[in-house]
């Protein structure tokens, strides 16, 4: 293996202030779910916080579908801050004064980790279309091996929303001795056959972008901007409310007038709003990482291989647990959450759910909420209470 | 005015059977609310049953956004039955029995009215992307071409779900003497910011497909396929529930297996069967129409022009009516159908409003469902009652 320096903050305002992101070649071959084996693979990641003596604060962050390493603070000449922001940070919910907290871009993803848009060692060219299959536990292991890289036997946590609290329930099953505590956010123990359509248009939005080449646009030095932008404007609609849209344009217009005798082109604000959106996406992220992740996000079924019994499935689990749901989130839905929380209350486990009121749909999970920040932090300051206890 | 000869049915059994459609040339000009002037237009219908001595017994049945004029029974030579079959006809909720049912393919749409595949007379080339816009009202004006061509001073009914509740509900503002009853289901007095959003990445779609030719594609004999195929995917799944798509599909896989070990493609059903949807669709309908018709759904705004005030807008209207809702409709909710009858109520008008339990979301008022045939049927059967006992 081999890693930038590490840069960690301590700052005392509430941001975690200027970071530099890492990264680490983990030259261990890794085996797939699907079989294939990844010889080497490069991860790119972000710290913030220190770890301490005992290398028992550990907090690991997992993305969703569309996330990197960025979760908090800013880059150098950049006043953007992380996706997660809002909750990491010193003295934020996720405290940066207390925990060591890891964020890694996935393999798989475009952000400079191993993935579609990264070179083939067996071709010479971008892996394209052949990047193989992936699977959340791939992401666990991947994670782990950057664990070790870090020398760290536990984590304190390991935390996500969406995707990401799949990734925390797959690590509480795979390596259950090697987390305290698991924070599942607006997710799901498997998607339903809605979801798993929203995804399939999405793809096909992008495959049927004429750039598109197959998967090997990179290749004829062209991108699925288009296809790439509807993808986005369809997850971006299931990431909100209905309520939360209405609140936000309503039927307001961008341009034209809906008065009779009217042939200009009329556009509602919402139009306006989910073009450019779908057009800012299309320009950062990688069209077939979309397309891997989203099949990822399929066919996550946690319960599978347990004879499809989430009891039978989380009996392997060690760790305790907060689940936490939105009532807007139309995506992963409470009834999700409940169902991960009954499952783990049938399993003798130590779990605690709160269902947050919220209008702000799934991307609730990434919004400032008094409650939802009020109970995250609560929990995980006991969790440092208890760590700088001595314990 | 030109038309075939009328074709009407009078069958026993519970299908009006063999139907023919008829067409009528309306040669007055229709100027539709964008200003324009149509000189002429073609529109193609179909009629149940036989109108009374009095002619007083006509129910014009509105179609929605892929709706036709074959509403019942089936063509010469093809068993498949309209769209609303299983309501229309001798016996059923719209009885051919005891009404004469008019279903008109509306200009605008592909199924031979006038629209925009059809010859522009200034150019002599399809109308393509140049069709002028429509409205709901344009709809309803030129319906009531049709109706004086019929000689039918007073619609017993106008009946329409989605889109078609919108026709039934301006009817009753526009026309406040010509119609008895408005049925108004599953409908809305105006899309949300959600309902236009699902409108415009359906129509992003298909202007995105390099077959669209900027809506010229008939004169460079190509037709959108996929990007139509999209726009149909991301409607069908809007029409069905969450909780109707789990019963019937599931995760169930059509091919693939997500063991471990296995690199092969993984389909789900749920993807399988929407692209059939897709490409089935993207056959038949016409992309530019898909256009038109979704933006015509996106501008319905019944209260608008009266200050956004339904209770004034509906004080215009005169007829009874019948609005019906159903449970897992998340297109246009039962909570859009209660603002309805809240306005009608404030309004002083005579209202029916049944709240139906399904499963089947959108797509329900399409469907059997036994308390919605009798409500239906129920209300309908008095209206015969009536107007039999020589009213």
Redesign the interface.
């Given at each position: 293996m081999s890693s930038d320096s590490h840069n960690n903050q301590n700052n005392q305002d509430s941001s975690v202030g200027l970071v530099k992101p890492q990264q680490v070649v983990i030259e261990q071959p890794l085996k797939l779910?699907?079989?294939?084996i990844l010889p080497s693979h490069r991860l790119v990641y972000e710290t913030y916080g220190t770890l301490n003596k005992d290398r028992s604060n550990g907090i690991l962050i997992c993305h969703a579908l569309s996330g990197d390493h960025h979760a908090a603070g800013h880059h150098e000449g950049e006043t953007k801050t992380g996706w997660w922001d809002n909750y990491i940070g010193p003295g934020k919910p996720i405290d940066s004064n207390r925990f060591y907290i890891v964020s890694v871009n996935n393999i798989g993803s475009c952000f400079g980790s191993t993935g579609p848009a990264s070179e083939n060692p067996e071709t010479g060219k971008p892996y394209g279309a052949d990047f193989?299959?992936l699977?959340a536990r791939d992401w666990v292991a991947s994670q782990r091996l950057l664990m070790q890289h870090l020398k760290i036997k536990c984590w304190a946590a390991v935390v996500g929303g969406s995707l990401g609290g799949m990734q925390a329930m797959r690590w509480s099953l795979e390596h259950p001795d090697e987390l305290q505590h698991a924070v599942v956010i607006a997710s799901s123990m498997?998607?339903?056959?809605?979801n798993?359509?929203?995804n399939?248009?999405a793809r096909?939005?992008i495959k049927?972008?004429?750039d598109f080449c197959d998967g090997n646009y990179l290749q004829h030095n062209k991108v699925p901007h288009?296809?790439l932008?509807?993808a986005r404007?369809?997850g971006h609609?299931t990431y909100?409310s209905?309520e939360l849209?209405?609140q936000?344009?309503?039927?307001d217009l961008r341009s034209g007038d809906?008065l009779?005798?009217?042939?200009d082109?009329?556009e509602?604000q919402?139009?306006s709003y989910?073009?450019y959106q779908?057009d800012k996406f299309s320009d950062f992220f990688d069209a077939n990482s979309y397309i891997l992740i989203t099949?990822m996000l399929?066919?996550f079924?946690l319960a599978?291989e347990y004879n499809h019994d989430p009891v039978a499935a989380f009996s392997h689990a060690k760790c305790k647990f907060l689940v936490v749901s939105f009532s807007s989130d139309w995506r992963f839905s409470p009834d999700r959450s409940q169902e991960i929380t009954d499952a783990l209350i049938a399993a003798g486990k130590n779990v605690s759910y709160i269902a947050i009121d919220s209008d702000h749909g799934h991307d609730a999970f990434l919004l400032p909420n008094e409650r939802y920040q009020k109970a995250l932090g609560g929990y995980l300051s006991k969790l440092a209470d208890r760590l700088e206890g001595g314990s």
């Open positions: 779910a699907c079989g294939v193989p299959p699977r498997k998607l339903t056959a809605q798993i359509a929203f399939e248009i096909k939005a049927s972008d004429a288009n296809g932008a509807l404007m369809i609609v909100l209905d849209m209405g936000k344009f309503g039927r809906l009779q005798g009217k042939t082109p009329v509602f919402i139009e989910l073009n779908g099949k399929d066919y079924d599978r």
